[in-house]
């Protein structure tokens, strides 16, 4: 059974850094892609950053891009999100997510992050 366990969220102020960590502690075999999504109040779920499990390849939305990097270690079935600068409009509740080559995506709890302007 795939469980990914989020931690890293928190309060911070403008200009602020966190790193989310998200691990698959139900077994990684068979992983196409690991990511976060993040939701705000009253808006829709979007995409943050991806990253293919096989390949160096990785996405950002614009929003994000400059500020966050995500990476992984495949040893630890772990995927990480560096959030740099960051800004009150990224206050959100943030998931992250694995897309396995076969069968149906799966979501971690969410976890807060809170900047402060």
């Known amino acids: 059974q795939v469980e990914l366990v989020e931690s890293g969220g928190g309060l911070v102020q403008a200009g602020g850094s966190l790193r989310l960590t998200c691990t698959d502690s139900?077994?990684?075999?068979?992983?196409?892609?690991m990511g976060w999504f993040r939701q705000a109040p009253g808006k829709e779920r979007m995409l943050v950053a991806r990253?293919?499990?096989?390949?160096?390849?990785?996405g950002y939305s614009d929003s994000v891009k400059g500020r966050f990097t995500i990476s992984k270690d495949k040893t630890k079935n772990t995927v990480y999100l560096q959030m740099n600068s960051l800004k009150p409009e990224d206050t959100a509740v943030y998931y992250c997510?694995?897309?396995?080559?076969?069968?149906?995506?799966?979501w971690g709890q969410g976890t807060q992050v809170t900047v402060s302007s």
């Open positions: 139900g077994g990684a075999g068979g992983i196409n892609t």
């Open positions: 990253a293919e499990w096989s390949s160096s390849s990785t």
């Open positions: 997510y694995r897309d396995p080559q076969i069968g149906p995506r799966a």
